[in-house]
């Protein structure tokens, strides 16, 4: 009897819809085992391997804001392996936005150095999400080349994916990591169910989202985030400072504090020689 008034009271509730691009949703499902193996297809060709070991570390810790921790970046780490994974979902995509993204990896980079004798660096995988359509490519895998000895700088790997390219695409049975990454451009539950088609995998995660959109506190978080990044960008397009600045200062100051060359955090900051060197006397 209670089941049916708890169904008859959802379908009477009007139900948000949850698109699976955001920080807020990711979180959600990855810290639940049974939907591992879905990310694990999208993440795995950018890894080559399995990443049921990695586990999710919110790089400023818990807040104890359950709202704010939702937006924190994506960041999955491991005991076994010497390798940082940072996954950016970019609903509202622009240059800034593009560049922020390098600033972070950076700051990944500076911070997974071990101070002491023995320093022991991890290797910087950055995987992001966009929601748009690129004319020429669907994947793009970046590597920085140091501009003196033009030699590849190993230590990090930027792979940039075009969701927008893989709209449209449904299950067929032999197409599984294209059809999940047609699962983040839907904007409909039906269309996500059309996406999935007999998936398992895949239908798992649509009954989730569809159940999260009858979550008043999910909502509430999803909500917040996605407020945000519309409040940035507006911000972006009317020329306010979000802080980038701030951010360049603080990772420039985590890699001045490595050991790192003036002239390198130049080129990866975009703070000027001089500015550095102002740093360097704070210190």
């Known amino acids: 009897m209670k089941q049916k008034e708890n169904k008859e009271k959802n379908e009477k509730c009007e139900k948000k819809f949850i698109s699976l691009l955001s920080d807020t949703t990711f979180k959600h499902f990855f810290k639940i085992e049974d939907y591992k193996e879905f990310f694990n297809t999208i993440i795995r060709p950018y890894t080559n391997m399995d990443i049921s070991e990695f586990r999710l570390y919110d790089p400023e ?11 924190l970046d994506i960041v999955l780490e491991s005991d076994k392996v010497d390798l940082i994974i940072l ?47 690129n004319p020429y490519i669907s994947k793009g895998s970046y590597s920085v080349m140091d ?13 940039e994916v075009y969701l927008e390219n893989y709209k449209g695409i449904r299950y067929n049975g032999d197409n599984k990591e294209e059809a999940y990454l047609s699962l983040f451009t839907a904007n409909s539950y039906e269309e996500l169910r059309e996406i999935a088609g007999d998936d398992k995998e895949a239908i798992k ?22 407020m945000q990044k519309k409040m940035i960008n507006t911000a972006r397009n009317w020329g306010y400072d979000d802080g980038a600045k701030a951010k360049e200062i603080e990772i420039a100051k985590n890699l ?17 020689i001089e500015e550095l060197e102002e740093l360097n006397k704070e210190a």
């Open 147 to 159: 501009i003196n000895t033009h030699k590849e700088i190993k230590d990090f790997k930027i792979h």
């Open 256 to 272: 001045l504090n490595k050991g790192v060359s003036i002239d390198l955090v130049s080129e990866s900051t975009g703070l000027s």
């Open 205 to 226: 995660i649509v009954d989730e989202l569809e159940r999260l959109g009858l979550d008043d506190k999910f909502g509430l978080a999803y909500d917040n985030e996605i």
């Open 87 to 133: 996954i950016e979902m970019n609903q509202f995509p622009s240059e800034e936005i593009k560049y922020r993204n390098r600033l972070y990896l950076y700051a990944a980079l500076a911070k997974s150095l071990n101070s002491g004798e023995n320093v022991k660096k991890k290797k910087i995988i950055q995987i992001n999400l966009n929601k748009e359509k």
């Open 61 to 71: 810790f818990n807040s104890g804001n359950k709202k704010r921790d939702y937006r």
